[in-house]
């Protein structure tokens, strides 16, 4: 029986920091929330890519002992400044040491500030670049970014001949280059060419500065090499030419120069280094770090493995290594970026050496960063992972930049290593999965898929599994969310163990598995679709086939109420039960009342509060229901509905009739006397309109067909609209939406006669922001 999962919103970091386009982008307060709801502090937790130094760091800091297993000394760096942050004046001092060290008998800051010298267009006073703009290929600068003291303004100005004739100047730069490489390969080092490769991320005048500021590491005080480290990584990345421009929000994952890009003033990038180092680590007290087989205290602290996790498994093997038992593993899952592997091998050859940097700059050569080989990645560090872990063992991984192919990927890989999926809680919109699996308490040659699951071929167990979901959650939805769903279940009975050849590479099975998901979508009759195109899954909507949705329609007693409606009706009866809430615990509480692949968007969750509550006192972020939304309140207000619906309709001829039905709706009836209904109208207090208009009394219903609503719901209703095709298609045949308010006023107005009752009902649009929509 599996096990649900919370979604643990957790808060997104406001500073990043350096190198933080490279990082997993998962919300601080994830893993260390996890932990302390199962384990006692003191725990030893296993984290076996350390790929995300914040988790391995907030996780110690809420009193565990790591167990990192890293591989990139890049990495490995960025835990321990995490761990162990260096003080803004640390910092500080470092870089007035190094402004006035020596090269040739110059100081290098203004060595270095001189090399970004130009003249302003507008006053012709000399100004400092702040960055040159480079089309990819030219042999000089197309413009400069620069502040005029002078003017006072900031400025990106064409490059003058001046510009490109100093960018010339470094352009023969070869003794810069081979000591740059020199520091990442030796000379009969066969990745020495890979390197090479590598390097043409930097400019020759950036190459010139930084091999500068690395050449003084050596004789640096030692007191501050590790500060100066620090601020150097950093620069790195900041100068290197993966800066488009204009800027765009980029997380770059291939070494490709920009068509336009960036060459950053490196030492205007050492001054923000400070600065940004500063504000993403701020100045926590540090935790304890070790590098393995020293252990950290029981008050917790990181172990870091400089190695890779299946060296660890053989210590283990070999009765050398581990002495301790994680209670639990937690990681961040790393996905494949050749950008940051392959500079991360540069860089730590700047920083540290060729001999430093032998087990990891490996990577220079790999050439394969696509999804099979990751799966097979991740099942290779998974399957260390089940050897390092007890039956039974929680594992929870994070995934900050979701998409279909990573979590295949993940799943697949994870399945075939021995580790049973339990549960998966997802925010799609912000890129966020939670997976939370247990190592199998059987072992791998135990582990078979059920007879059922064997007798269905792939696709059609997809296209099952996602019908029912889609059943459940009653609404349509995108295709990385169902493939979640269906992957779920798939691996609830191991049909994806099944193979004709158990032999099978994980790479292969991650093929296969591509291959029935577009299968199952595709299909005839399989599903339909709203919006996308032939050549993606990962685009627009998906539903129901059809027939087989209005076969469902007539046999159900009850329609199922939406995902999204069921979610309303939740933040409701919360705002009741809890006045003065914010939007962050309003949010926990829905996340516990829908867990896994139910998880409510947190935009859907500020929606329904914004439509029901109120924030009280202004400003206070605190928040209550609506006065006019109070049960009573509203209970009068649908009564009075009814009431002036049935006045007005008498007054006009008709004859009226009221019905309540079994699902709890009231439907007024206007009939002609002793003959068929001319309208009939809903009265509601909720914007949960979909139980109205896919029910089945539509069939019997007149082609007038009103729902009557508080006007407070119209920006609910018209978030779903945007949301949902097909309620967005059922509403356009034949319903209208009327305010409560609207309604007063035609049942006051003398005016009203038969003949022009459909004019005056079309005068108060419930929402007008998009002529498309129904709403009146
Ligand atoms: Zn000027």
Redesign the pocket.
């Known amino acids: 029986m599996s096990e649900p999962l919370t979604y643990y919103p957790g808060e997104n970091p406001e500073h990043p920091g350096p190198l933080g386009r490279y990082l997993p982008p998962i919300p601080e307060g994830v893993g260390a929330a996890w932990l302390r709801e199962r384990l006692s502090v003191g725990a030893w937790v296993l984290e076996p890519f350390g790929a995300s130094p914040r988790l391995v760091v907030e996780a110690a800091r809420a009193g565990y002992r790591l167990m990192a297993a890293v591989n990139n000394p890049i990495a490995r760096f960025m835990l321990e400044l995490h761990a162990n942050p260096p003080t803004e004046s640390e910092l500080r001092t470092t870089l007035a040491d190094l402004a006035v060290a020596q090269k040739a008998g110059e100081r290098l800051e203004p060595l270095l500030r001189g090399l970004y010298h130009s003249e302003?267009?507008?006053?012709?006073?000399p100004?400092e670049v702040q960055a040159f703009v480079w089309e990819r290929q030219a042999s000089a600068p197309s413009s400069v970014i620069y502040h005029?003291?002078?003017?006072n303004?900031n400025?990106e100005r064409p490059a003058s001949a001046h510009d490109a004739a100093r960018a010339e100047r470094f352009a023969s730069g070869e003794l810069h280059k081979a000591r740059a490489l020199e520091r990442v390969t030796p000379l009969d080092d066969p990745d020495r060419g890979y390197a090479e490769e590598a390097l043409a991320m930097y400019l020759p005048r950036t190459m010139y500065a930084l091999v500068t500021l690395v050449n003084k590491l050596e004789s640096f005080p030692l007191a501050h090499r590790r500060s100066l480290a620090a601020l150097l990584l950093a620069v790195f990345d900041q100068t290197n030419v993966l800066w488009p421009h204009p800027a765009a929000r980029q997380r770059p994952r291939q070494l490709t120069t920009p068509p336009r890009f960036l060459e950053k003033n490196t030492w205007q990038a050492l001054e923000g280094a400070v600065q940004s180092w500063t504000l993403s680590l701020g100045s926590p007290s540090p935790v304890p770090v070790t590098l393995w087989p020293n252990i950290p205290p029981e008050s917790g602290g990181i172990c870091i493995y400089e190695g890779r996790l299946k060296d660890l498994t053989d210590q283990k093997r070999h009765g050398t290594g581990p002495i301790f038992t994680a209670e639990a593993a937690l990681a961040a899952l790393p996905r494949p970026n050749q950008a940051y592997w392959t500079l991360s091998a540069l860089w730590a050859g700047w920083l540290w050496g060729h001999a430093a940097n032998a087990a990891f700059k490996s990577v220079l050569h790999r050439r394969r960063y696509d999804w099979e080989w990751h799966t097979e990645a991740l099942y290779s560090a998974m399957r260390s992972l089940n050897v390092l872990l007890a039956p039974g063992t929680p594992t929870m991984c994070l995934i900050g930049e979701t998409e279909p192919g990573f979590f295949s990927a993940a799943l697949l890989s994870a399945e075939l290593a021995g580790f049973d999926l339990q549960d998966v809680a997802l925010r799609l919109e912000e890129g966020q999965a939670q997976i939370l699996w247990r190592r199998s308490e059987a072992d791998l040659s135990e582990r078979h898929p059920s007879a059922g699951a064997r007798a269905q071929n792939l696709p059609a167990a997809i296209q099952t599994a996602v019908q029912d979901h889609l059943r459940q959650i009653g609404e349509p939805a995108s295709y990385p969310h169902l493939q979640a769903a269906a992957l779920h279940s798939l691996t609830q009975s191991h049909r994806l163990l099944a193979s004709d050849d158990p032999e099978t590479p994980a790479a292969e099975r991650f093929k296969q598995l591509s291959a029935a998901l577009e299968e199952a979508f595709v299909r005839p009759n399989a599903f339909s679709r709203y919006g996308g195109s032939s050549r993606s899954l990962d685009t627009g909507l998906w539903w129901l086939p059809g027939e087989f949705a209005q076969r469902r329609a007539v046999q159900a007693t009850e329609p199922r109420t939406s995902l999204t409606d069921r979610i309303e009706t939740e933040v409701v009866r919360t705002l009741q039960k809890v006045p003065g809430i914010t939007l962050e615990q309003l949010d926990e509480i829905l996340c516990v009342g829908f867990t896994g692949l139910f998880t409510p968007s947190l935009e859907l969750i500020q929606e329904c509060l914004e439509s029901y509550g109120i924030e009280h006192p202004p400003g206070s972020r605190t928040w209550q229901l609506r006065p006019e939304d109070a049960p009573s309140t509203r209970r009068a207000d649908l009564e009075g509905m009814k009431s002036l619906l049935s006045k007005t309709g008498t007054r006009l001829g008709y004859q009226v009739e009221l019905i309540e039905t079994e699902d709890g709706h009231s439907i007024l009836k206007w009939l002609e006397p002793g003959g068929p209904a001319a309208s009939a109208f809903f009265v509601i207090a909720s914007a949960m309109i979909g139980n109205i208009v896919f029910s089945q009394h539509g069939e019997d219903l007149p082609t007038r067909r009103m729902i009557i609503l508080p006007g407070g719901r119209a920006r609910l209703i018209e978030y779903k609209l945007n949301r949902d095709p097909r309620l967005r298609s059922a509403l356009q045949d034949g319903w209208q939406l009327i305010k409560f308010r609207h309604l007063r006023r035609l049942a006051d107005d003398m005016s009203l006669k038969r003949e022009n009752l459909e004019k005056l009902l079309d005068l108060d649009p419930l929402a007008n922001r998009d002529p498309q929509l129904p709403l009146l």
Request: hydrophobic share 25%; glycine share 0%; with cysteine.
């Open positions: 302003c267009a507008e006053c012709h006073q100004v005029c003291a002078q003017c303004e400025y």
